[in-house]
């Protein structure tokens, strides 16, 4: 039996077609309706609920708490004030990513960190000898992600917390209809959105309470699938769609690093030693290899190529998750691990790793398709990511 | 009177066409100047606040064909738009059951056996065959119309491109097109279907805009506009426009000025200045002149040759032709301001289906009775009605918890018995509302504000002439290489530098804007 979340049981009605998926254990809903538009919708248009409680949740605290994480991961720890967030990947000693996931700075010597997959083995390896407890708080807090531009409208009936101060990567502590709750400005869409962190026991009330006051703000649950649309418009990566971790790669070829996975901002290279800092640096001197880009079809090449079967092109209502090459004359240059019909930007649109230094931003290049089971290649061009970055998102 | 300086273009009436050409134009290097005589742009696409918090596509409301190259061309989503799925259509029926398409294919097709097993699996075929006529009529919408009578080697070889693709169709495909050029849309669907809500919600997509009822002959085909939204569902390019349809005249705006193009509001056009048979440019209202080399009308013909131009310049078969042009505006508008949900005796409660239309179209019958009030020159007592809530979709329009509903309403035809007046508004508003309260009881304790647009309303405050919202009917009669007139379906004018864009000409009608473009594509190739 898979896991449920501490909301399944305000979840489980509502997913009418029975669109359920797995996601770190746990059984959560592709969708609520059997297609996922008007889930999307409201992400860039009102407010979509996720129940994003799968997360893997750890709880750091104690003195050298700030210090085994500076020791784990590429950011600098230095830069994160009480109240903030910080999204970072961690790597092993080769510089090679293993997972990434965000740290919020609690108090002066709690952080909560989250991440993808299980994590606490590697925590503890790298708290030896360090003054820190590590507790694995996953199935104890339960965490949703309130993202859309009336996000912040709703929030402000619900919750007593001033939102206009709460910046962008920044948390407070507060109550929503007072159940106490962190509410972090944080989120997996690249719009204004929030993650509210919740003990698991008080969970069903803060959702009641948002579905309730959001409700005339256009409110909807929303499911995977909606949610990996705008994931990939803001082009961030996901683990095991694009990119492996180091923890689970079997050849070399599987390996990432942060410059390899445009995370390059991530990486602190004058904070004291921590996993992969000398190959990162070595890497950032030598530069990367690959590089992890945009790629945009070219409609008019996309309805040639469907055109040449007498039918006009065809687009998924879902994102893709299969690997297609990327050419450029007769070579492979590179291959796309994820993308999408972008239903805002009106866009056949991917993401994917392209050889360094020999493909630049805006070059043009193919991406194969397979249409009417024949494989083409489309006209491309590469894009710098992300492909959406609304005002609102900092604002 | 002062004398600007020169543009190479002006394009007079800011509706969506006309922004369509100037951003085409000023993409092309035109230095162009857009001239609108409201203090908004849009024409008939905009959005107002009609009633203090609640904003209203006062006019056309939802998004059907706007072409997919004119959102690529311009990149439209950068300058603000966004289209919001609106998908299912929910028809109350008189014995207070339902019928509603979904958006899921399974959904609907269970839906549509709970009523007759038959129509759910001849949906199917039905389907592939119109996907098929969509896909042959296409290409036709996307080309400047040949002219069948002549000899020119362009015409030709367009005439020549068009036979092959009319070839390519093969014969049964061929007499299927053939049959729904020339039949009913009742008719038609006739031969499909059984169940008659059905075949009425379907048939009222082909009497929109026109002075047409399901039973009259030519029908069937605006029944084929409806489903080339659909293959170009592809694009997804249908829907409802955040922000109302205003904000896609904006982003259009946006993209011209993005070009280079200039736009001024509160700037009536009252002549075209023509001499020796050539335009030179525009006077204004004000009394102001503005020279360009290039002068482009986006109004209908009526206001294009025989207001801007007038008669003596024009050669006497055009001025036939134009006079003779069918406008015979049929349809009006009902904007409501809600302070809650309406309750659909059929479907009780808050639900999806408010996100989608509801369609008021029982029966052919009911549609049929409804055009029979409108031939004899009054609006239905009954009309046929599509009604949306577009605060369901973008809450933005209406303050939260309350709403905005808008109703399209057919018969209210132009040419009412003893004219429009103030009284027969009232009535006409009345007749809608008690027709909606039949299927939606509470509505009238909802409603906070209403705005009753008859014809001659729409005609008063857009221009449209006889408020016809296609700029003249889509009847076969004026479609093609005779929309607007008979050698005049390039875009061209008798007059040199004088052209036409609006929905007035070839393909026309819908927030589409495949007028505009094609008429700027023409004058950037002559010149």
Known sequence: M??????????????????????????????????????????????????????HKYRITGPQAAHLLDRMVTRDLAKCAVGQVLYTPWCDAKGKVIDDGTISRLDRSTFRLTSAEPNLRWLSMNAVGLDVRIEDVSDRVGALALQGPLSREILRQVSPADFDALKYFRLVSTTVRDVPVTISRTGYTGDLGYEIWVDAANAVAVWDALIE??????????????????????????????????????????????????????????????????????????????????????????????????????????????????????????????????????????LAHVMQPHIAIDSEVRLEVTVEH????????????PFFDPPRKRA | MTKARRYDAII???????????????????????????????????????????????????????????????????????????????TPMDNGDYLASWADPDESRRELERHSRRDAEAAVVFGRLMHHMA????????????????????????????????????????????????????????????????????????????FLGPRSPGSAYVLLHHYMGEIDGAFRAWGFQKGGTGAISES?????????????????????????????????????????????????????FLDLVGEAELPGELVDAVKRYKFRGSSGKVNLALSGLPRFTCMPGPGRHLRGAMSISPSVEYLERAYDDAKYGEFSRNPYMDIVIPSMIDPGMAPPGQHVMSIFVQYAPYHINGGWTDAKRE???????????????????????KQVLTPADIEQITGLSEGNIFQGELALQQLFFLRPAAGWAKYRTPIRGYWQCGAGTHPGGGIMGASGRLAALQIVGTK
């Open chain 1, 2 to 55: 898979l896991k449920t979340t501490p909301f399944h049981s305000r979840t489980a009605p509502l997913v009418r077609a029975q669109t359920w998926r797995r996601w770190a254990g746990h059984q959560v809903a592709s969708a609520y309706e059997p297609l996922p538009e008007h889930e999307y919708a409201a992400i860039r248009n009102a407010a979509a609920l996720f129940d994003v409680s799968p997360l």
């Open chain 2, 427 to 449: 009535a006409f508003g009345n007749a809608v509302i008690r027709t909606l309260a039949r299927y939606a009881p509470n509505i009238e304790s909802l409603i906070l504000h």
């Open chain 1, 374 to 385: 024949r494989r083409k290649q489309a006209d491309a061009f590469v894009r710098k990511l």
């Open chain 2, 12 to 90: 007079i009436g800011g509706g969506h066409n006309g922004l369509v050409a100037a951003a085409y134009l000023a993409r092309a290097g035109r230095k162009t100047l857009v001239l609108e005589r409201r203090p908004l742009l849009g024409g008939a696409a905009v959005t107002e606040e009609i009633f203090p918090g609640f904003k209203f596509s006062v006019f056309s409301y939802v998004v059907s064909l706007l072409r997919p190259e004119i959102i690529r061309d311009l990149e439209l989503p950068k300058h603000g738009l966004q289209i919001l799925p609106l998908e299912s259509t929910v």
């Open chain 1, 213 to 350: 006051t959001g409700t005339p703000y256009g409110i909807t649950p929303a499911g995977i699938w909606a949610l990996d649309l705008a994931r990939i418009e803001a082009g961030l990566v996901m683990l095991d769609v694009d990119y492996f971790s180091a923890h689970h790669a079997l050849i070399p070829d599987q390996l990432s690093t942060p410059f390899e996975l445009n995370l390059g901002w991530t990486v602190s290279l004058e904070k004291g030693p921590y996993n992969g800092r000398r190959a990162l640096r070595e890497e950032k001197a030598r530069g990367p290899s690959w590089s992890f880009v945009g790629i945009e079809v070219q409609w008019e090449s996309l309805e040639a190529i469907f055109a040449e079967r007498g039918l006009p092109p065809h687009l998924p209502n879902i994102a893709w998750r299969t690997s297609a090459p990327v050419y450029k004359g007769n070579q492979q240059v590179g291959y796309a691990t994820s993308g999408c019909w972008s239903p805002l930007l009106k866009k056949n649109i991917a």
């Open chain 2, 252 to 304: 259009i705006a946006s993209a011209a000025r993005a070009h280079g193009a200039e736009i001024r509001t509160d700037a009536a056009v009252d002549r075209v200045l023509v001499r020796n048979g050539r335009a030179t440019g525009v006077a204004l209202s004000n009394g102001d002149q503005i020279d360009a080399a290039v002068v482009v009308s986006s109004l209908d013909p009526r206001h294009t």
């Open chain 2, 135 to 210: 896909m042959a009529v296409k290409p036709i919408i996307g080309m400047v119309p040949p002219d069948p009578s002549s000899l020119s080697r362009s015409d030709l070889s367009s005439l020549v491109k068009l036979g092959g693709h009319m070839r390519s169709l093969g014969a049964e495909r061929f007499h299927a097109l053939h049959k729904l050029m020339t039949m009913s849309s009742a008719d038609y669907l006739d031969e499909w279907y059984e169940f008659d809500p059905l075949k009425a919600t379907k048939s009222a997509s082909g009497i929109i805009g026109t």
